[in-house]
């Protein structure tokens, strides 16, 4: 870590999650199971191997630019008035465009949304074997 705040970055990333997560239970969008159903067979799939940029990176066809190009409009309006929304394309300047295109270049992200799919399947057939869920 470049500082230490106050909550650590895996708390204050928790924390972001559950607010969004006791809204939606309390605005009766979603019972409790579905929320822990949406991040377990969702999201954190991928997050037990990849962290939030790397999926994003992996979830455009152009990478993290193309990403904050077509979605960071979208989430400025899903959160209005909830939270203030940075300006995301300032932090691909600060080296979150760089770390992204070292990990996986622009002409390997095919190669890596294979390997991503792959990793996916392993977690979901080994689910699949040890829970009753799969």
């Known amino acids: 870590m470049k500082r230490e705040i ?8 928790q924390g972001a999650l559950l607010i969004e997560a006791f809204k939606l239970l309390q605005n009766g969008v979603a019972a409790p199971e ?4 949406a991040i377990c067979d969702g999201l954190g799939m991928r997050w037990s191997f990849m962290g939030p940029f790397e999926t994003i990176h992996l979830n455009a066809p152009g990478g993290v630019s193309d ?4 979605f960071a409009g979208m ?3 899903m959160f209005e008035g909830d939270t203030k929304i940075s300006d995301w394309s300032s932090a691909l300047d ?3 465009t760089s770390y992204l295109d070292a990990l996986h270049p622009q002409d ?4 890596a949304h294979r390997a991503r799919d792959l990793k996916l399947m ?3 057939r080994a689910r699949r074997a040890g ?3 799969g």
């Open 6 to 13: 106050d909550g650590f970055v895996v708390n204050r990333l």
């Open 34 to 37: 579905d929320i822990d159903r």
């Open 67 to 70: 990403y904050v190009t077509r």
């Open 75 to 77: 989430y400025q309006t």
């Open 94 to 96: 600060q080296g979150l």
């Open 108 to 111: 390997s992200l095919p190669e």
């Open 122 to 124: 392993e977690l979901l």
């Open 131 to 133: 829970d009753s869920r």
